[in-house]
């Protein structure tokens, strides 16, 4: 076998080995799910990712109850704290989970509650500042047992 025969022998394996792999770069194109909820909780204003840390266990082995605390990098002065946080779901029956308001006399830009969560999911969370920008931050919850099971 010639070298040049070698080269499109090992050319046309290397395009059959990718060719599985076409699919899922596909389907990793899909559009953002959180996008049009986004979009609705700032009204078109762009969003940044940073400032803002999602904490909450990796592995939740009960939906009803899943611990989460959300935390915005802010001094909190009249100048300049967050006025907002919003909590997403990708999967809940209703995915705008909650809305919680904040100023500068709050001290701290920083929420501790519970959540439902109707299965394995991304939590995104959206601060508004005073200045009017946004930023996110997100966090993955697998959940061995759902809530949400009436999801009609």
Same mark, same amino acid.
């Given at each position: ?65 899943? #611990? ?7 001094? &909190? ?17 209703? #995915?705008? &989970? ?5 100023? #500068? ?48």
């Amino acid at each position: 076998m010639t070298k040049s025969a070698r080269r499109r022998f090992i050319t046309v394996l290397a395009g059959l080995a990718a060719a599985p792999l076409l699919p899922a770069r596909a389907a990793r194109a899909q559009p953002d799910p959180f996008a049009p909820l986004v979009r609705q909780v700032t009204g078109g204003v762009p969003v940044r990712p940073g400032r803002v840390t999602v904490d909450t266990p990796r592995l939740a082995d009960n939906g009803h109850s899943v #611990p989460l605390r959300v935390k915005v990098e802010s001094p &909190m002065t009249a100048a300049d704290h967050v006025r907002s946080i919003t909590l997403l779901s990708e999967r809940n029956p209703r #995915p705008v &989970m909650a809305t919680f308001h904040l100023g #500068p006399k709050a001290g701290r830009a920083e929420v501790v509650t519970r959540v439902r969560l109707n299965g394995t999911q991304r939590l995104l969370a959206v601060a508004q500042l005073s200045d009017g920008s946004y930023w996110s931050g997100s966090a993955e919850v697998e959940v061995t047992e759902s809530a949400c099971l009436d999801a009609s």
